[in-house]
Protein backbone atom coordinates (compact mmCIF):
# COMPACT_ATOMS: atom_id res chain seq x y z
CA UNK A 1 0.00 0.00 0.00
CA UNK A 2 1.48 3.33 -1.27
CA UNK A 3 1.36 6.34 1.79
CA UNK A 4 -1.54 7.72 -0.37
CA UNK A 5 -4.05 4.61 0.27
CA UNK A 6 -3.52 2.87 -3.30
CA UNK A 7 -2.72 -0.77 -2.89
CA UNK A 8 -1.32 -3.00 -5.20
CA UNK A 9 -0.94 -6.76 -5.39
CA UNK A 10 2.05 -7.95 -6.12
CA UNK A 11 1.47 -11.84 -5.64
CA UNK A 12 -0.81 -14.35 -4.62
CA UNK A 13 0.89 -16.63 -2.11
CA UNK A 14 -0.30 -20.54 -2.17
CA UNK A 15 0.45 -23.37 0.43
CA UNK A 16 4.05 -23.65 0.77
CA UNK A 17 5.09 -20.43 -0.07
CA UNK A 18 7.64 -18.05 1.88
CA UNK A 19 6.80 -14.60 3.49
CA UNK A 20 9.87 -12.67 4.45
CA UNK A 21 11.90 -14.62 2.29
CA UNK A 22 13.23 -11.66 0.64
CA UNK A 23 14.33 -9.76 4.26
CA UNK A 24 15.54 -12.32 6.47
CA UNK A 25 18.95 -13.45 5.26
CA UNK A 26 20.21 -9.06 5.33
CA UNK A 27 17.97 -8.19 8.03
CA UNK A 28 16.40 -6.17 6.42
CA UNK A 29 13.17 -3.79 7.16
CA UNK A 30 9.81 -5.31 5.46
CA UNK A 31 8.84 -3.55 2.13
CA UNK A 32 5.65 -5.50 1.99
CA UNK A 33 2.34 -6.35 3.94
CA UNK A 34 0.94 -9.46 3.77
CA UNK A 35 -3.11 -9.34 4.10
CA UNK A 36 -4.97 -12.78 4.16
CA UNK A 37 -7.77 -13.55 1.50
CA UNK A 38 -9.24 -16.84 3.11
CA UNK A 39 -8.72 -18.54 6.62
CA UNK A 40 -5.18 -19.43 6.54
CA UNK A 41 -2.05 -21.13 9.00
CA UNK A 42 1.17 -19.74 9.33
CA UNK A 43 4.42 -20.95 10.92
CA UNK A 44 6.63 -18.46 12.24
CA UNK A 45 10.10 -19.66 12.68
CA UNK A 46 12.68 -17.10 14.68
CA UNK A 47 15.08 -15.65 12.27
CA UNK A 48 18.43 -17.58 14.67
CA UNK A 49 16.56 -20.66 13.91
CA UNK A 50 15.99 -20.00 10.40
CA UNK A 51 19.36 -19.44 10.12
CA UNK A 52 20.85 -22.43 11.69
CA UNK A 53 18.28 -24.77 10.72
CA UNK A 54 19.29 -24.14 6.62
CA UNK A 55 23.30 -24.21 7.70
CA UNK A 56 22.51 -27.61 9.32
CA UNK A 57 20.57 -29.01 7.03
CA UNK A 58 21.46 -29.00 3.48
CA UNK A 59 17.92 -31.01 1.77
CA UNK A 60 15.78 -27.89 3.82
CA UNK A 61 18.62 -25.26 2.39
CA UNK A 62 17.97 -26.32 -1.23
CA UNK A 63 14.76 -26.58 -0.91
CA UNK A 64 13.75 -23.27 -0.14
CA UNK A 65 16.62 -21.83 -2.63
CA UNK A 66 14.26 -24.16 -5.61
CA UNK A 67 11.24 -22.54 -4.02
CA UNK A 68 12.61 -18.72 -3.53
CA UNK A 69 13.89 -19.38 -7.53
CA UNK A 70 10.52 -20.74 -8.33
CA UNK A 71 8.67 -17.33 -6.43
CA UNK A 72 11.20 -14.99 -7.97
CA UNK A 73 10.67 -16.31 -11.27
CA UNK A 74 6.74 -15.91 -11.21
CA UNK A 75 6.93 -12.22 -9.54
CA UNK A 76 9.54 -11.25 -12.88
CA UNK A 77 6.98 -12.93 -15.41
CA UNK A 78 3.97 -10.48 -13.49
CA UNK A 79 5.89 -7.45 -13.34
CA UNK A 80 7.24 -8.11 -16.94
CA UNK A 81 3.00 -8.67 -17.74
CA UNK A 82 1.97 -6.00 -15.79
CA UNK A 83 4.36 -3.48 -17.54
CA UNK A 84 3.96 -4.33 -20.84
CA UNK A 85 0.30 -5.20 -21.16
CA UNK A 86 -2.72 -3.61 -20.53
CA UNK A 87 -5.42 -4.00 -17.74
CA UNK A 88 -7.65 -5.16 -20.22
CA UNK A 89 -5.10 -7.50 -22.27
CA UNK A 90 -4.22 -8.78 -18.74
CA UNK A 91 -8.51 -9.69 -18.08
CA UNK A 92 -9.08 -11.31 -21.20
CA UNK A 93 -5.41 -13.46 -20.75
CA UNK A 94 -6.76 -14.39 -17.89
CA UNK A 95 -10.69 -15.36 -18.72
CA UNK A 96 -9.06 -17.33 -21.31
CA UNK A 97 -6.70 -19.17 -19.08
CA UNK A 98 -9.40 -20.17 -16.42
CA UNK A 99 -11.47 -21.24 -19.86
CA UNK A 100 -8.66 -23.54 -20.85
CA UNK A 101 -7.89 -25.06 -17.02
CA UNK A 102 -11.64 -25.59 -16.78
CA UNK A 103 -11.96 -22.84 -13.50
CA UNK A 104 -15.05 -21.84 -12.90
CA UNK A 105 -14.87 -17.58 -12.89
CA UNK A 106 -17.91 -15.31 -11.16
CA UNK A 107 -17.55 -11.79 -12.61
CA UNK A 108 -19.26 -9.27 -10.35
Known sequence: MAEN????SQAIYKKGDFIGELEIFD???FVCFVEA???ITVIKIK????HQWI???????NFINRTLCNQFYDLSRKAGD???YS?????????LTCLREGKQVTLL
Open 82 to 84: DNL
Open 5 to 8: GKRY
Open 87 to 95: LRHRICNYL
Open 55 to 61: ELDRTIS
Open 27 to 29: KKP
Open 47 to 50: SQYF
Open 37 to 39: LTD
